[in-house]
């Protein structure tokens, strides 16, 4: 199934929201879509390791890391895990790091930028809560589709047979 953002926004216009053109890309796949689940801790990526240890059934990962340039929220051995447990992408509000090798793994990561320091390992944050950043608001149950041209969310799952 293909999309582009662009497109689904001429379809649907106003009744999608659009993330402000803040990420970059960096997993091999570049166009991804599913139901959001969230994670919102700040330099502390415990609870990212717990959702990508679930399967993902296809679901985005939105990770509200406090726009924190301080340390990587997401490495290759996590984007690993979430890429065989059946996530489709991970959207993260902070930094990544490993990232060459995230690009050969078959899942969509989108991030703000590249910090070797890891995160702290304390358990802190939230779980499948509603997250704001990039201007928009992601909510649990709602669908996240991005691609190279940037992320938008749609409270329904839009039918891309129509």
């Known amino acids: 199934m293909t999309f582009t953002t662009a497109d689904l926004y001429d379809k649907y216009g106003d009744d999608l929201k659009v993330a402000l053109p803040i990420f970059k890309d960096y997993g091999a796949k570049r166009i991804f879509h599913g139901p959001i689940s969230t994670v919102k801790a700040h330099e502390d ?54 990232a060459d090798v995230i690009t050969t793994i078959d899942i969509g990561v989108k991030a703000l930028n590249t910090n070797p320091r890891k995160s702290l390992k304390r358990g802190l944050g939230d779980r499948d809560i509603p997250v704001s950043f990039a201007g928009i608001t992601f909510n649990v149950g709602e669908y996240v589709y991005a691609d190279t041209d940037g992320v938008i969310v749609s409270e329904k799952k839009i039918n891309m047979s129509e």
């Open 45 to 98: 990526n415990s609870l990212v390791r717990t959702a990508l240890e679930e399967s993902g059934k296809g679901r985005v990962l939105i990770v509200d890391g406090n726009e924190s340039l301080r340390c990587a929220m997401l490495g290759d051995m996590l984007a690993k895990l979430g890429m065989e447990n059946g996530w489709s992408g991970i959207i993260v509000f902070g930094c990544i790091r490993d």
